[in-house]
């Protein structure tokens, strides 16, 4: 991403009130992947409920860590390094009142969780794949998404 636009975007970030400080370091993590990626992303959807999800590999150079996104309905939901996106689990307290929430967030419950990961597999002791799979809430949103290591 270049320095123009990524001040671009956190200035947008922080005229609208969002604390920039995450969102410029979330910016800058995604930006450095970019720029020390040895290979485009690999992406795949999957459509559940009328949602489209979105993981993503991002590999990083070699012997770098590769990045692991998921974005639903093009809203990143989170970025994780591969050391730490085996076992995942993130919560939502929905709040009272009126609120933006993503649809799947919606299921009668207070709270909705995310969780899952990308299990690493291996072959002759080298980890040649990774295999994602995701729930939210009861909904299985990411489906035996196979990212193959070249």
Known sequence: MEIAAKRKVEMSLTS???????????????????????????????TVEKSVFEMCLLPGAAFQHDLYTLKADKVLIFALVDDYSENVELEH??????????????QGEKVVKIRGGCAPESKDGAEVARLCNFHWGKYQVVKDIRFEFK
């Open 16 to 46: 609208l009130g969002v604390k920039s400080t995450l969102s410029a370091g979330l910016l800058s993590l995604l930006a450095s992947a970019q720029v020390l990626a040895a290979e485009p992303p690999q992406c795949q959807q999957q």
């Open 93 to 106: 307290e929905i709040p009272e009142g009126l609120t933006i929430e993503f649809p799947l967030s919606k």
